[in-house]
Structure formats: C-alpha cells, structure tokens
C-alpha cells in the first residue's frame, strides 16, 4: 500500500518568501508528525496532531513556523519570512493512533537562498 | 530534557565483520528506545524497538538490549553485509508525555566488500 508521501521533494527559496510543504499520511492514520532534520544531524520534532488538531507544538522554532491538518488527513507546514538556517530536511511520520509506530516520509528538502 | 547521544561515524567494516554501534540516553521515568535505518535515497525506517528494561530488540540479525542500568542502547549484528550500509539512529519516546522521537545524531555504516 502507499506510505507517507511528500510534495515537494526539493524546494529552493529566497531569503524572505513562504513556503508551503505538504504531507500525504498513510490512509487511516490519526496521528501526524512533523521533524526537521539538519544536516549531519538526527531529526528533531516540531509538531504532532492528533485528528485536526495540533496536540503538541513545543517543537516548533518560533512563530515563522505553522502547519495545519484541517481534515484529519493531509497536512500543510508553513514557514513564513524564511531564513537561510530554515535549510534543512522536512520530515513527516503518521501513525495508526497514538503510541503506535511512526512511518516516516522521504522528506523535503528545503534550501533557502 | 531528554537526549540521545550515539557513536560518531563514519563506521567502516568490511563484509562479515561484527557490528557495534552504541547509544545512550538521558530520559526520565522509562523511555521506549527504537533504532532506525535510513539506507541511500530512502526515508527513516524502524529497524528494532524496545519498551523496558532488560527487553532485546531484534531484527534482519540486529539487535539491541534495553540497559537500564547503563542506560543504554547499543546496536549489534555479527556479520555485516554492504547491504547493511546506511544511517542508524538511535531514538527514544518518553513514556509518559506523548511519543514524539527524540533522536541521536545517526551513524553512517560503511561496508566494503
């Protein structure tokens, strides 16, 4: 069956610009997260929903940084005003409930400019 | 807060060669500890886990023993093959606030035919 897919796999910004990155998780799956991953380094949590809403933000860097998952399912991580330490890889991993095992996206590879 | 901290690599072995890569962690209360693999061009996937004390993860002839005492983590296999070559992240959840993965810094396998 489809895993968790990414769109896109590659994007290169400007200093400044938004961005949108979004995260197609595996059918079923209630719970979503998000991690960021510098290079040369493991990957670090952002932010995890349970259903539509975000059930713990404490990874999230500051307030440029924002994601949504307004039907349960998709869900859209949005950097405002980015900056070029925002260069990294965007990972996203559901899971079937809560506790259970993440399945983990290929990634977004972010390069600001 | 919690950490993970595992050997830097890159860990060069030659085929057949046993394999240890070792991992210890800061964590209150009784973490869940997991390692995962992510090979060339693929996203992270959960190589073993395991959720107490004394408990072996095992699996495709890894493991890792749940070290309480040492708190620790190490990842083993007794023949290396070049297919084995990848990343290896030792992670942890908390095992009561959430499970979010908290990660090591990942450990680059080479193996040389």
């Known amino acids: 069956g489809a895993g968790v897919s990414q769109t896109p796999s590659n994007k290169v910004t400007e200093k400044g610009k938004y961005v949108e990155l979004r995260c197609d998780p595996i059918s079923g799956h209630t719970a979503l997260y998000w991690y960021r991953q510098s290079l040369g380094q493991g990957p670090e949590f952002l932010i995890y929903f349970q259903g539509t809403g975000a059930a713990d933000d404490s990874g999230l860097p500051n307030d440029r940084f924002f994601a949504v998952r307004p039907e349960g399912s998709v869900s859209t991580l949005k950097i405002q005003r980015t900056e070029r330490g925002d260069s990294a890889v965007y990972l996203c991993?559901?899971?079937?409930?809560?506790?259970?095992?993440?399945?983990f996206g290929p990634g977004t590879r972010l390069t600001v400019l | 807060g919690d950490s993970v901290t595992q050997m830097e690599g890159p860990v060069t072995l030659s085929e057949e060669a046993f394999l240890t890569i070792n991992c210890t962690y800061t964590a209150t209360g009784y973490p869940s500890l997991f390692w995962y693999v992510q090979y060339p061009g693929e996203g992270l996937q959960l190589l073993l886990k395991a959720t107490k004390a004394d408990d072996k993860g095992s699996n495709k002839g890894f493991e890792a023993t749940y070290r309480k005492e040492t708190t620790s983590f190490h990842l083993e296999k007794g023949s290396v093959q070049v297919s084995d070559s990848a990343v290896y992240f030792c992670a942890l959840t908390p095992n009561n606030a959430g499970n979010m993965l908290t990660f090591g810094g990942g450990t680059r396998l080479m193996v040389k035919p």
């Open positions: 991993a559901s899971s079937l409930q809560w506790g259970d095992e993440q399945f």
